[in-house]
C-alpha cells in the first residue's frame, strides 16, 4: 500500500533519481570521484597476500566477499580481479593513522592506509558497496575522519546489559568507524564488574536493580578483546566520588572518607593489574557534593602512577588540568583551541532525552564542539546512552531510545565533522538546503537500515515528506478543553496556515526551550495550536500509525497518561473528522518512579495505532493546546510537541507540496 501525504499546494513529487551505491555509504567519505566502467567479479577475487600485520584484515576481507557469495581463489591468474591492502604513508598529523585510501579499478580492488585501522576503515567502506550482477562501479575514496574520539557511552551501571548485546552493539559501531567504547559500570544503584580482593561486592544484597548480574573477570577481557579487535578504544569508568552509593552499602563508608580512599585505591589498583594495556581511565566526577577536596587530585595522581591518562565530567569535582573534559551540561558553545584544556564533547548527545525520530534530526545537525573539525583542544564527542529509569528487558532500551538510528547518524556526523551552531530539534523547512541534505542522509539511513540492521530495533521511519500547516494560536485562556471552529471545518481555506512545517514528530517548543528552539518562533501560554495534513490511501483499510504528544525523558519519573487521553494537555487527532482515541494505557495515570519501568507509554514501544482510512485523501487534524510551560514537577517538564507519521509503510512516502 502506498500513502501519499499533502499539503495544499501544486502536485510535485519529492522522489528523486536512486542514487549509486557509494553515494548510500554511511559515514559518507570526505572524498569520492565516481570512474567509468565496471569490476567485474563474476569469476571471483583473489586476495593478495602482503603484511603479516594484516592477517585480521584479510580475514575480514574474506567475510565481506562470502557475503556476497564472490568466491575467494587461492591461485593467481592474469584475468582474476586482485584484492590489495596495502600499508603506505600518512596524510595530516592528527587523523592519519585513520585515513585510507580506495580504489576500484577494472583489475581489482586497492586499499592504502597508514595503519591496520585505515585498512579496516577501507574494508567497512567496501563492505557497504552493492554488487550489480556480480560487478562493482569504479571509484576512487580518499578518506579520513574529522576528529579522532568517535565514542558511545552505555550505562550498565543503571541497566544492565549481556554481554553479548554489548558485542552487537560493538560490531554496529565498528562497521560505521566509531572509535571509542565508553563503559560505565559503577553507579549508585550497582557496582557490575567483579572484584577479587572484595568478591561480595557484585552480591545482589548490594545492587537496588537487576541485582547479581555482574560481568566476570572473563567477560570483562572477552570485552576488552572484543573491542581491540575491531580498533575501538576500551574506556572504562569508575565513577568518583559521586555516584557510589553501591560502593557505600558494600565498604560502610563514604568513598571521600579516608578508609574510602583506601578501598577504592584498592580496586584501582586491582583493574589495573587484572587488566593492563588500557591507555586512558574515566574517573567521572560529576553530580556530587565535595566534602574533601583533596580527594580527586589524590585519586587523579595515583591513577597516573597507574599509567592512565585520566577523563573526567565537566562540569564535575575538582578535575586537574591534565584531566580530559568530557562537557555534558550547558547550551551550545565553542570549545576554543586556547588554553591547556582538552575536551570531549557529550553536550546534549543524550539519547534519552530525545524522542526517537528528533534524535536523527539534532545528531545529524549537531556540531561537535561548536567546531567543524579535531583541534588541540577538541578531540572529538561521545555519544551517550543514559536509561536512567528502570528498564523491564534490556532490550527496551533500544525501542525507547532510537540507539541504532542515533549510532549511525552521529558516526556520519562526527567522521564528516561540520553541521550547524545552535542545536537542532526540527527538520528545516523543505526546499531548504538543510532540507535538503537530511532528506537524502535520511534516504541513506533507511537503506542501511534494510540492509544492515533489519534484525535489530530500529524505531526510526521516513519523515521528511511529512509536511504540516500550523494554525493558531488560539487563546484557550488556561482551558485545555476550549475548542476552537476549525475543528469543525479542518480543510477550510479561510483559514490561512501560520506556517508550514516538516516532520513525523513537530516540537513547538522544547523543555530547552532558552537554547533548542521549537517551531513556533515565539511560543505563548495559555494557546492552542493545530496541525493538519492530507494522507491519501490507494486502498480503504485500517493501517497503522506512530501518534505520541510526549516524549518521556527516560532520565525522568515522568508520569504515565490518564485513561482516555493521550496527555496531560487534552491533545487530539481526528482522522477525517474522526476521534482518534488514545491506547487503553497498560500503567494509566501511574506516578512516575525511577524504578517504575516504561511499558506502552511511548509510540516506539507499543503496538502502532490502527486508523481506518478510505480510498483516496484522508484529512488529518491535530490539536496542542497548553497551558503553563512549567511542569507539575521537574520530573514532569513540559515539552510541547507531537508525532503522527504513518509505520511501516509498503512503499517509500511522496510527499507533494
Known amino acids: 500500500m502506498r500513502y501519499i501525504v499533502f499539503i495544499f499546494a501544486c502536485f510535485i513529487t519529492l522522489c528523486r533519481t536512486t542514487t549509486s551505491a557509494q553515494e548510500k555509504l554511511i559515514p559518507q567519505p570526505i572524498h569520492l570521484e565516481q570512474g567509468s566502467g565496471f569490476l567485474d567479479l563474476t569469476a571471483g577475487i583473489r586476495l593478495e597476500e602482503s603484511s603479516a600485520l594484516l592477517a585480521k584484515e584479510h580475514q575480514l576481507a574474506q567475510t565481506i566477499f562470502e557475503e556476497w557469495h564472490i568466491v575467494v581463489q587461492d591461485k593467481a591468474s592474469e584475468k582474476l580481479p586482485t584484492l590489495q591492502l596495502v600499508l603506505a604513508g600518512g596524510t595530516t598529523a592528527n587523523t592519519a593513522d585513520e585515513s585510507y585510501h580506495l580504489h576500484v579499478h577494472k583489475e581489482g580492488i586497492k586499499i592504502t592506509a597508514p595503519s591496520t585501522v585505515g585498512i579496516f576503515y577501507g574494508l567497512q567502506t567496501l563492505r557497504q558497496f552493492t554488487l550489480q550482477n556480480y560487478k562493482l562501479a569504479v571509484c576512487e575514496i580518499q578518506d579520513e575522519?574529522?576528529?579522532?574520539?568517535?565514542?558511545?557511552?552505555?550505562?550498565?551501571?543503571?541497566?544492565?546489559?549481556?554481554?553479548?548485546?554489548?558485542?552487537?552493539?560493538?560490531?554496529?559501531?565498528?562497521?560505521?568507524?566509531?572509535?571509542?567504547?565508553?563503559?560505565?559500570?559503577?553507579?549508585?544503584?550497582?557496582?557490575?564488574?567483579?572484584?577479587?580482593?572484595?568478591?561480595?561486592?557484585?552480591?545482589?544484597?548490594?545492587?537496588?536493580?537487576?541485582?547479581?548480574?555482574?560481568?566476570?573477570?572473563?567477560?570483562?577481557?572477552?570485552?576488552?578483546?572484543?573491542?581491540?579487535?575491531?580498533?575501538?578504544?576500551?574506556?572504562?569508568?569508575?565513577?568518583?566520588?559521586?555516584?557510589?552509593?553501591?560502593?557505600?552499602?558494600?565498604?560502610?563508608?563514604?568513598?571521600?572518607?579516608?578508609?574510602?580512599?583506601?578501598?577504592?585505591?584498592?580496586?584501582?589498583?586491582?583493574?589495573?593489574?587484572?587488566?593492563?594495556?588500557?591507555?586512558?581511565?574515566?574517573?567521572?566526577?560529576?553530580?556530587?557534593?565535595?566534602?574533601?577536596?583533596?580527594?580527586?587530585?589524590?585519586?587523579?595522581?595515583?591513577?597516573?602512577?597507574?599509567?592512565?591518562?585520566?577523563?573526567?565530567?565537566?562540569?564535575?569535582?575538582?578535575?586537574?588540568?591534565?584531566?580530559?573534559?568530557?562537557?555534558?551540561?550547558?547550551?551550545?558553545?565553542?570549545?576554543?583551541?586556547?588554553?591547556?584544556?582538552?575536551?570531549?564533547?557529550?553536550?546534549?548527545?543524550?539519547?534519552?532525552?530525545?524522542?526517537?525520530?528528533?534524535?536523527?534530526?539534532?545528531?545529524?545537525?549537531?556540531?561537535?564542539?561548536?567546531?567543524?573539525?579535531?583541534?588541540?583542544?577538541?578531540?572529538?564527542?561521545?555519544?551517550?546512552?543514559?536509561?536512567?529509569?528502570?528498564?523491564?528487558?534490556?532490550?527496551?532500551?533500544?525501542?525507547?531510545?532510537?540507539?541504532?538510528?542515533?549510532?549511525?547518524?552521529?558516526?556520519?556526523?562526527?567522521?564528516?565533522?561540520?553541521?550547524?551552531?545552535?542545536?537542532?530539534?526540527?527538520?528545516?523547512?523543505?526546499?531548504?538546503?538543510?532540507?535538503?541534505?537530511?532528506?537524502?542522509?535520511?534516504?541513506?539511513?533507511?537503506?542501511?537500515?534494510?540492509?544492515?540492521?533489519?534484525?535489530?530495533?530500529?524505531?526510526?521511519?521516513?519523515?521528511?515528506?511529512?509536511?504540516?500547516?500550523?494554525?493558531?494560536?488560539?487563546?484557550?485562556?488556561?482551558?485545555?478543553?476550549?475548542?476552537?471552529?476549525i475543528e469543525n471545518n479542518p480543510l477550510v481555506k479561510a483559514v490561512a496556515p501560520t506556517k508550514k512545517v516538516v516532520g513525523g514528530t513537530v516540537i513547538l517548543r522544547h523543555w530547552w526551550a532558552d537554547i533548542i528552539p521549537g517551531v513556533i518562533d515565539n511560543p505563548q501560554p495559555n494557546t492552542t495550536w493545530y496541525a493538519r495534513t492530507k494522507i491519501w490511501s490507494d486502498e480503504s483499510g485500517s493501517k497503522p500509525f506512530w501518534i505520541g504528544f510526549d516524549n518521556l525523558s527516560r532520565s525522568y519519573a515522568s508520569d504515565s497518561p490518564a485513561i482516555g487521553t493521550w496527555d496531560n494537555r487534552q491533545s487530539k487527532v481526528w482522522v477525517n473528522n474522526a476521534p482518534i482515541e488514545p491506547p487503553v494505557w497498560k500503567q494509566a495515570g501511574q506516578k512516575g518512579g525511577l524504578e517504575v519501568p516504561l511499558i506502552d507509554e511511548g509510540y516506539s514501544f507499543?503496538?502502532?495505532?490502527?486508523?481506518?482510512?478510505?480510498?483516496?485523501?484522508?484529512?488529518?487534524?491535530?490539536?496542542?493546546?497548553?497551558?503553563?510551560?512549567?511542569?507539575?514537577?521537574?520530573?514532569?517538564?513540559?515539552?510541547?510537541?507531537?508525532?503522527?507519521?504513518?509505520?511501516?509503510i509498503d512503499e517509500t512516502i511522496e510527499s507533494l507540496k
Open 145 to 485: 575522519p574529522a576528529f579522532s574520539w568517535r565514542g558511545f557511552l552505555v550505562d550498565v551501571g543503571r541497566n544492565y546489559q549481556p554481554l553479548s548485546m554489548l558485542k552487537e552493539q560493538i560490531d554496529v559501531m565498528a562497521r560505521y568507524k566509531l572509535n571509542v567504547l565508553h563503559f560505565h559500570f559503577t553507579e549508585d544503584i550497582a557496582w557490575r564488574l567483579a572484584s577479587k580482593k572484595y568478591p561480595k561486592l557484585t552480591d545482589a544484597e548490594y545492587m537496588t536493580r537487576w541485582a547479581g548480574d555482574f560481568y566476570t573477570e572473563a567477560e570483562f577481557r572477552e570485552l576488552m578483546a572484543y573491542c581491540s579487535e575491531r580498533h575501538i578504544l576500551l574506556l572504562p569508568e569508575i565513577d568518583m566520588p559521586g555516584h557510589s552509593a553501591a560502593f557505600t552499602r558494600y565498604f560502610g563508608v563514604d568513598m571521600q572518607s579516608d578508609s574510602g580512599i583506601t578501598y577504592i585505591k584498592e580496586l584501582l589498583e586491582e583493574f589495573a593489574t587484572t587488566f593492563p594495556g588500557l591507555p586512558y581511565f574515566h574517573i567521572g566526577g560529576d553530580e556530587v557534593k565535595i566534602t574533601n577536596k583533596s580527594f580527586m587530585p589524590e585519586i587523579t595522581k595515583y591513577v597516573e602512577e597507574l599509567g592512565y591518562k585520566t577523563v573526567g565530567w565537566d562540569p564535575g569535582s575538582n578535575l586537574m588540568s591534565q584531566t580530559i573534559r568530557q562537557l555534558w551540561m550547558g547550551g551550545p558553545e565553542a570549545v576554543a583551541a586556547e588554553g591547556e584544556m582538552v575536551y570531549i564533547d557529550s553536550k546534549h548527545l543524550y539519547i534519552n532525552h530525545m524522542d526517537p525520530l528528533e534524535t536523527v534530526t539534532t545528531l545529524f545537525f549537531r556540531r561537535i564542539g561548536e567546531q567543524d573539525a579535531e583541534h588541540p583542544n577538541l578531540k572529538g564527542a561521545i555519544l551517550c546512552s543514559w536509561p536512567d529509569r528502570a528498564v523491564a528487558a534490556p532490550e527496551d532500551m533500544f525501542y525507547q531510545s532510537a540507539i541504532y538510528p542515533s549510532l549511525l547518524t552521529f558516526a556520519e556526523r562526527i567522521w564528516q565533522g561540520g553541521g550547524k551552531s545552535g542545536w537542532v530539534a526540527n527538520i528545516p523547512p523543505a526546499g531548504t538546503e538543510d532540507y535538503v541534505s537530511f532528506q537524502e542522509f535520511e534516504e541513506k539511513l533507511l537503506v542501511h537500515q534494510q540492509r544492515f540492521l533489519a534484525d535489530k530495533p530500529f524505531p526510526y521511519v521516513k519523515q521528511t515528506d511529512l509536511q504540516w500547516e500550523l494554525i493558531g494560536p488560539f487563546d484557550n485562556k488556561g482551558n485545555l478543553s476550549s475548542s476552537f471552529d
Open 606 to 648: 507499543r503496538e502502532p495505532t490502527m486508523i481506518a482510512l478510505k480510498k483516496g485523501w484522508n484529512d488529518v487534524l491535530v490539536k496542542l493546546p497548553v497551558a503553563s510551560f512549567k511542569g507539575v514537577d521537574w520530573q514532569n517538564p513540559v515539552k510541547w510537541m507531537f508525532t503522527f507519521t504513518p509505520y511501516k
